[in-house]
T-cell receptor
Framework: DVKVTQSSRYLVKRTGEKVFLECVQD?????MFWYRQDPGLGLRLIYF???????EKGDIPEGYSVSREKKERFSLILESASTNQTSMYLC???????????FGPGTRLTVL | GQQLNQSPQSMFIQEGEDVSMNCTSS?????WLWYKQEPGEGPVLLIA?????ELTSNGRLTAQFGITRKDSFLNISASIPSDVGIYFC????????????FGKGTHLIIQP
């Protein structure tokens, strides 16, 4: 079974703080993704990575950056958290050349 | 840009009723995926459709890939309480490392 884990289920941060969200997958998948989920807007792609040290912007990359130093780990970074980044953040991974993405349980981030 | 419409946004039904939801897009796709997200969890793939006109079943779930390749529907027959969740369509062109574009979701609520 594919397992995608996220470092925290719930996180509360203050405006201006630097925030790290970590994601780890155990199936040697090449592709990894970060989405945010907001009511009425569905899931929106922030960044993705198709290999180690490679990254591509998704649909809403502003205010975020990512890091992929190892194949199994994909980090989402909020350089200076703002209240409009309060959301559910979902990480996913996928074996290259396939369609199925496997999601982690999500991190609910609140920025005060 | 591509437009993806999923409807209905939410459904309040009685246990035992059948459910139908659909997605339409302004673009043509090679693959339609349907995901389900249960409360507090990440989305999980339910059904994948790869051919226009294809009708695929998975237990009480049936999904179809529209002939025009611009739409898909998902039916659930004889709903049970564990069907509660948010259902997302995710059309995909395939072949690359890109992330998915998700519909805004159909929130299914079952009244006992």
């Amino acid at each position: 079974d594919v397992k995608v884990t996220q470092s925290s289920r719930y996180l509360v941060k203050r405006t201006g703080e630097k925030v790290f969200l970590e994601c780890v997958q155990d199936m040697d998948h090449e592709n990894m993704f970060w989405y945010r989920q907001d009511p009425g807007l569905g899931l929106r792609l922030i960044y993705f990575s198709y290999d180690v040290k490679m990254k591509e912007k998704g649909d809403i990359p502003e205010g975020y950056s990512v890091s992929r130093e190892k194949k199994e780990r994909f980090s989402l970074i909020l350089e200076s958290a703002s209240t409009n980044q309060t959301s559910m953040y979902l990480c996913a991974s996928r074996r290259g050349g396939t369609d199925t993405q496997y999601f982690g349980p999500g991190t609910r981030l609140t920025v005060l | 840009g591509q437009q993806l419409n999923q409807s209905p946004q939410s459904m309040f039904i009685q246990e035992g009723e059948d459910v139908s939801m659909n997605c339409t897009s302004s673009s043509i796709f090679n693959t339609w995926l349907w995901y389900k997200q249960e409360p507090g969890e990440g989305p999980v793939l339910l059904i994948a459709l790869y051919k226009a006109g294809e009708l695929t079943s998975n237990g009480r779930l049936t999904a179809q890939f529209g002939i025009t390749r611009k739409d898909s529907f998902l039916n659930i027959s004889a709903s049970i309480p564990s069907d509660v969740g948010i259902y997302f369509c995710a059309p995909y062109s395939g072949g690359g490392a890109d992330g998915l574009t998700f519909g805004k979701g159909t929130h299914l609520i079952i009244q006992p």
